[in-house]
């Protein structure tokens, strides 16, 4: 069959407030679904941790670039329920390729006779997800999805038509291109074929050339969970970096280095003088993830992940963070307050400083990022939240 198999991510089932009290679809009508084709990965726990009341926002394409994966998510709103409160749907999905071929997926379950409240948004047990291979036809590809109720007996129809471009090359930065605006909402609207460019206009500010490893922390973060989303960009970085020089030499080397510190043989294929550059970065000190940070680039990191992906994972590691460093609240004002002071501030007085920091940046990012507020709503709402963190973030949410 002409493209790659089409691959499965696994999900589940969650109800949300904005379609809770809506009626039941009656028995003998069709069943009403939705379909979203994305590329922002986070699209799960957008859904799941979004508090029931508040609308969650994702991000659609219309188009691909080859190698990029497109993930095709079937959203039933109303479906029929048997005696038992039990939903039963699945979906077969049919590919229509440019130059006439077809590949068919049939049998996919979205709900198997599982028990589902009316008014709840119903989830594939599995997200299909589409990659084109090296041989397809750039052009429009049609997703044809035919849903089925299995209580009700009917069925429905939807389809999506998404572009596969003829290219992955970097798209270029417009004219007064803001690289930072860009990566601070980047998860709002995925462009992943703008990484490189953006990467190389940073890395070319003479503001960056003096910054530490430490002080890079937020691009770290970003460019490592992009490369990791989008592993397809890695021979674009890996062949610029052959004819990069000085600190964007530097810098693509770092990202790069990290990204792919899983691959020992990474870079075997490049000429020596390039390889012993990548040799050099991966053994320089760098930020590394820890829930008990010593330094404010290790806090950034997250950061920097979370602005890449709008993933929750991130946000609820800097709230562990806060968590673990609470007792320390007062070590930082203590200090200021001594007389003489050591020439380098004690354990705890910088652990105290990294929880200013990290509650800063909670609260700054949920002004800005309405994720972020929508994350630390459905921490505070959540009965496994600690009594005094619990207290803490209803502080950052104002």
Known sequence: MHGRPLALLALGMMPLGLVLGQKPAPVSAPPDFSVLASVQYAHTDIYFHTPAGITPVLAGTKEISPGERLDLLVIVNHCARDAGGRADVSYDLTV????????????????????????????????????????????????????????????????????LADSSQPLP??????????MAHYYQRPEPRRALSVLDALS????????????????????????????WLIPQFKESLLEAEGNEQHVLALVLTRATRSKPNFGDDLPKKVRKVLEKTGREQQPAPSLE?????????????????????????????????????????DFKKLADKPKAPPPDVVRGAILNAALWSLKSNAREHPLVRNYLLSMSESPDTPADLKAMLIRILG
């Not at 041989?135 to 997703?143: E, K, L, V």
């Not at 960056?208 to 890079?216: E, G, K, V, Y």
């Open 293 to 333: 940070p010593m330094s404010g680039g290790q806090l950034d990191l997250y950061w920097g992940r979370f602005f890449a992906s709008g993933g929750y994972r991130p946000i609820s590691d800097i709230v562990a963070i806060v968590r673990n460093y609470l007792p320390y609240a007062k070590s930082l004002e």
């Open 173 to 182: 930065n417009p004219e007064n291109f803001n690289p930072a605006a860009w």
């Open 204 to 231: 070319n500010d003479p503001a960056m050339a003096h910054r530490t490893n430490d002080q890079l922390g937020a691009l770290l973060g970003f460019f490592e969970q992009l490369l990791w989303d989008n592993p």
């Open 96 to 163: 229509r390729f440019p130059n006439g071929k077809t590949q068919v997926v049939a049998g996919n379950a979205v709900a198997s006779k599982a028990k589902a409240p009316p008014g709840t948004l119903l989830f594939p047990r599995a997200v299909t997800t589409f990659v084109a291979d090296a041989g397809d036809p750039p052009g429009d590809y049609r997703f044809e999805f035919a849903v089925s109720d299995h209580v009700a007996g009917t069925a429905a129809k939807k389809a999506v038509v998404i572009r």
